[in-house]
């Protein structure tokens, strides 16, 4: 049996973090790619290293060439700017809009059968200029903010709670802002409703908080963002697709018609398996969720509608 390929480009927090958790769960052959000289190589060759210890045997390649990607079976995108002081949504929009093109058009060339799964910020955004850059369908172009925004909701009902993480089923849809759409009344704990377990004075705090889980942890590490978390959602995402595990998780992925909206990257919950996006599950929205749902994806719309390719 021949090994997967993944490759992670941005040899970042989050992508060498995501490399290093991949390797650990054994999910195939590792590639990652920076721009800058010498950091994929020093990071792959000490989670190389870690091997014996941890007990994988996978490779893990640092690189600055894209040759070194060819036939990836997965290819992760984390290459970008982080917002800085005195720059604008739109700056980054333009600045992130060019790498992650650039990038698609490096990585669609010599793994055109790949799927790709987008990280950059801001996230629906990139989603859409890799899938508009590569031009694959769009089961094979998705992006990860539902799994990372529903982990955090989950995390902080289990705290609540002081129950097994495992236990908790939470779901959030919209774009990934702060418009976002936690949806509680789909949330349970082995079942039972989280509506049932949590009073809503509690509640509504504990969702805010899963809004703005990126802000806090940037105001906490105040020089970059979160990265553990986010790994672990892009790994989860990565292990669904190459062992055809079919989970339910919330993807941005393009939508053609579903829930009304056309043309557009939005978070909605979708099946997950050895083909992609296989199946769009749309569900039934009360009026405020629909008006809060409709909210974010206007925020999304506009980003999208900035976008110069
Ligand atoms: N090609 C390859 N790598 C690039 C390119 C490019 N054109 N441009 C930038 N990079 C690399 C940088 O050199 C850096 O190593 O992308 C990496 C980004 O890493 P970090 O700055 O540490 O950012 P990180 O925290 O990993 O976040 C990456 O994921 O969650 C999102 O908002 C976050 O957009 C950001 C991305």
Redesign the pocket.
């Known amino acids: 049996m021949k090994r997967n390929k993944i490759t992670i ?9 995501a490399a290093h958790l991949a390797a650990v769960r054994g999910l195939g052959d590792i590639v990652l ?4 000289d010498g ?1 994929p190589q020093g990071k792959a060759l000490d989670m190389q290293e870690a091997g014996p210890v941890l007990g994988f045997d996978c490779g893990i390649a640092g690189t600055n060439s894209y040759e070194d990607t060819e036939n990836s079976d997965i290819v992760v995108i ?6 800085k002081p005195g720059m604008t949504r739109d700056d980054l929009l333009e600045k ?1 809009t060019a ?1 992650v093109k ?2 698609t058009e490096n990585v669609t060339r010599l793994s055109p059968d790949s799927f790709i799964i987008v ?3 801001p ?1 629906d955004a ?1 989603a859409y200029v890799a899938k508009e850059v590569s031009g694959f369908p769009r089961n094979r172009v998705v992006g990860m903010a539902g799994a990372l925004d529903s982990a955090r909701l989950k995390a902080f009902i289990a705290m609540e709670l002081g129950v097994s993480v495992e236990d908790v089923q939470a779901l959030v849809m919209g774009g990934h802002g702060d418009n976002m759409l936690p949806l509680i009344r789909y949330s349970t704990v082995s079942g039972i409703p989280v509506t049932k377990l949590i009073p809503k004075d509690r509640l509504d705090p504990i969702v805010q908080r899963a809004r703005d889980g990126g802000a806090e942890i940037l105001k906490l590490l105040k020089t ?4 553990y978390a ?1 790994s672990a959602a892009i790994v989860q995402m990565v292990e669904s697709i190459l062992k055809d595990r079919k989970k339910i998780i919330s993807c941005s992925v393009y939508l053609e018609g579903e829930y009304g909206i056309n043309g557009y990257y939005v978070g909605v919950p979708v099946k997950l398996g050895g083909s992609g996006v296989e199946e769009i599950i749309e569900i039934e929205l009360r009026e405020d969720e629909r008006a809060q749902f409709d909210r974010s994806v206007n925020d999304v719309m506009t980003l999208i509608d900035g976008i110069k390719l």
């Open positions: 480009i941005g040899a970042g927090n989050v992508g060498a973090t790619l920076d721009i800058i950091v984390t290459a970008g700017l982080p917002r992130n790498i650039s990038v990280v950059t910020n996230l990139m970059g963002s979160a990265y986010p």
